[in-house]
């Protein structure tokens, strides 16, 4: 009870600061008192443009990130699920997945760059680019922090999508083949639903991860240029430690908090019937 007890009080303690701080017009002056303004710090983001801007490219960013992953990584794992060298690819590809998004992003920054970066001249060989750089034009901006995430965090879907082929009864799967079906209605009719737990945990994880990393962003455009990238994480660290409007800064970090935790629980109820419809013994 008393571990119960102090991490309750270790997740809460934040929670409640950040209530108190969205009330308030927080003072960086030690001897100046924090002043009370009520709702006006979540009044006043109805009238910003840059936090419904902010929401808008964090959606598309988001989207995109995740279409991209879920695709790749599924394909991946169906690829090598039983093959030969199956641990030494998944070794492999798990090497993005350590790296710290801040590398990440300097890696990348490096390989777009205009003088010497190597996926900047193929772009430029291939006709893709016409002129500028690829970190430097609004398009291009997003969709290389995008090709950044894929590249660092599809290996875990894979790994997780692969768990979840392990686990597919391998009896439904030969009983469908002796009924006439093929590899493509196998998956779908057998192997997905199986999948959906499996692809929930994946999903939920890197859209939280999509909501609050906001290291690679950083690093790379600073939420440039002309806040293409600049979704909300990256809005509100500009409010809260560049503007040091920290009132405002906890009134969009609970907007933010809010509605990450409704998509999560709207995320859940739709992969969460799918799976429930899968009878015990794996019968759909």
């Not at 893709?128 to 950044?148: E, F, H, P, R, S």
């Not at 690093?219 to 560049?242: E, Q």
């Amino acid at each position: 009870m008393p571990a119960v007890l102090l991490l309750a009080a270790i997740s809460l303690y934040p929670f409640v600061w950040l209530i108190y701080m969205s009330l308030h017009e927080v003072q960086l002056a030690p001897e100046k008192s924090d002043l009370w303004v009520g709702v006006d710090n979540f009044t006043r983001l109805f009238s910003d443009k840059n936090f419904a801007r902010g929401w808008v490219t964090l959606f598309k960013y988001s989207a995109l990130c995740l279409a991209v992953e879920i695709t790749l990584g599924v394909l991946v794992a169906i690829i090598l699920n039983n093959s030969r060298l199956e641990k030494l690819f998944i070794t492999i590809f798990l090497m993005p997945m350590m790296m710290a998004p801040v590398v990440a992003g300097f890696l990348y920054m490096f390989l777009y760059n205009g003088t010497f970066g190597w996926y900047f001249w193929l772009l430029r060989s291939l006709g893709v680019l016409d002129g500028g750089t690829i970190l430097g034009n609004k398009t291009w901006a997003m969709a290389g922090v995008v090709a950044t995430d894929v590249w660092q965090w599809t290996p875990l879907i894979a790994l997780i999508t692969l768990a979840g082929l392990k686990r597919v009864p391998q009896e439904q799967l030969e009983a469908n083949m002796v009924d006439g079906a093929g590899p493509l209605r196998n998956f779908f009719s057998v192997a997905l639903p199986n999948l959906y737990p499996f692809l929930l945990i994946a999903i939920l994880l890197r859209f939280m991860d999509n909501f609050r990393f906001i290291d690679t962003i950083l690093i790379m455009t600073g939420g440039g240029p002309a806040n293409a990238t600049k979704i909300l994480p990256t809005y509100l660290f500009d409010v809260s430690f560049k503007y040091f409007e920290l009132g405002r800064g906890a009134a969009i970090a609970f907007t933010l908090l809010l509605l990450t935790i409704l998509l999560g629980l709207f995320l859940t109820k739709i992969f969460e019937d799918p799976a429930r419809k899968i009878k015990p013994g794996g019968e759909g």
